[in-house]
């Protein structure tokens, strides 16, 4: 039995399983920074599955690879479609005068719901809103055990102040 055939995404699944061995990371640190069960990784590395777009993405931007990079893993997974951003030609006197890629949201978003995934070198908190009995993504956020830790202790902290500290306590005037 031909062996290309049970494994058709291999040169993918070994150039991500060197990624991640370059790194210095576990299977189950990898699975719980994009979010996927570590058989699921285990299968993308082998070759016999190749991750979702989404998946592909979370793990190009785990590993922090170049547009070249990850233009390339876009196409061994055969991500060619016009979807991929990677491919869209860009007038050079626009890039030119391009200042920044991503927008900025400063407005607060608010959730009535919240999901941690814990992993064994950090979390990732899911912030939701239940609409219509379904909980919506707001957005999420991820970070190690030690940020984690200062999140907390400022939580802690700034809910403490709000409490104890609802301004300057004022004497009754004297009499």
Do not use: C
């Amino acid at each position: 039995m031909d062996k290309s055939t049970n494994q058709p995404y291999k040169v993918l699944g070994d150039k991500l399983k060197s990624l991640r061995k370059n790194n210095h990371e576990t299977i189950e640190e990898v699975s719980s920074a994009v979010e996927i069960d570590n058989q699921e990784l285990v299968k993308i590395e082998s070759g016999v599955t190749k991750p979702s777009e989404e998946i592909l993405m979370y793990l190009i931007n785990h590993f922090q690879l170049s547009d070249n990079e990850a233009t390339t893993f876009w196409q061994l997974a055969n991500y060619e479609s016009n979807n991929n951003f990677f491919n869209k030609v860009i007038d050079e006197n626009l890039i030119s005068n391009l200042i920044l890629l991503t927008p900025i949201e400063l407005r607060p978003l608010y959730s009535d719901h919240i999901d941690i995934v814990l992993g064994s070198s950090g979390l990732v908190i899911n912030f939701n809103q239940q609409i219509n009995n379904q909980l919506i993504p707001i957005t999420k956020v991820g970070m190690t055990l030690e940020q984690a830790d200062v999140l907390q202790k400022t939580l802690e902290n700034a809910l403490l102040k709000i409490k104890y500290n609802s301004g300057p306590k004022k004497l009754d005037s004297p009499q």
